[in-house]
């Protein structure tokens, strides 16, 4: 079956500008979630939704930061007012997330590029 | 300090050797824990996920656990030039999210 998708694969604005990166999951998968990479480091959680509601935003750097998952599947991770320093490789995992099986497998998506000018 | 912490490397090993890549977890609630391969520009891609003390083998590959000495390991046996790329070893405390070390980068060469 497919897998985890993500549009667009690059992304270039320019500083103070609004973005928004699009995550498809693979189907059926109830729980995903949104890391960041920045060059040469490991992906850094952002949130994680499971069904509609974010259930640990934890990871989330400032209120310029925003993600919804409307109906459960396809979710949005929106960023306004791009600073440079947000540029980084923007992840998005999805996962069965069954209740009582404990942790689960998280599969990852090719990542949207940022890059802000 | 890092709550994952790995060897940044490179680690280079010559073909047919074994490649032995660590991680150590500062958390000692973390309960699983999961070894990624990515290639260079590409997304992360399970390798192992390990959750008892002790060793798992998948073909070339083994992941060990020590939990007393919150120690992950991962073997790789006759390695390949094709295994060249950086691995990520992350840990799943119960909670929802993963915290990743800042990767190995493996070279393996002919």
């Known amino acids: 079956g497919a897998g985890v998708s993500q549009t667009p694969s690059n992304k270039v604005t320019e500083k103070g500008k609004y973005v928004e990166l699009r995550c498809d999951p693979i189907?059926?998968?109830?729980?995903l979630y949104w890391y960041r990479q920045s060059l040469g480091q490991g992906p850094e959680f952002l949130i994680y939704?499971?069904?509609?509601?974010?259930?640990?935003d934890s990871g989330l750097p400032n209120d310029r930061f925003f993600a919804v998952r409307p109906e459960g599947s396809v979710s949005t991770l929106k960023i306004q007012r791009t600073e440079r320093g947000d540029s980084a490789v923007y992840l998005c995992?999805?996962?069965?997330?069954?209740?009582?099986?404990?942790?689960?497998?998280?599969?990852f998506g090719p990542g949207t590029r940022l890059t802000v000018l | 300090q890092k709550e994952v912490e790995q060897n940044s490397g490179p680690l280079s090993v010559p073909e047919g050797a074994i490649a032995s890549l660590n991680c150590t977890y500062s958390?000692?609630?973390?309960?699983?824990f999961f070894w990624y391969r990515q290639y260079s520009g590409k997304s992360p891609e399970l390798i192992m996920s390990?959750?008892?003390?002790g060793d798992k083998e998948d073909g070339r590959f083994t992941a060990q656990l020590n939990k007393a000495s919150q120690y992950v390991s991962l073997l790789i046996r006759d390695s390949q030039p094709s295994d060249s790329a950086t691995y990520l070893c992350?840990?799943?405390?119960?909670?929802?999210?993963?915290?990743f070390g800042g990767g190995t980068r493996l070279m393996v060469k002919p």
């Open positions: 995992a999805s996962s069965l997330r069954e209740p009582g099986l404990g942790t689960d497998t998280q599969y």
């Open positions: 189907s059926g998968h109830t729980a």
């Open positions: 939704f499971q069904g509609t509601g974010a259930a640990d």
């Open positions: 958390d000692r609630v973390s309960q699983s």
């Open positions: 390990i959750y008892s003390n």
């Open positions: 992350a840990a799943n405390n119960a909670g929802n999210m993963l915290t």
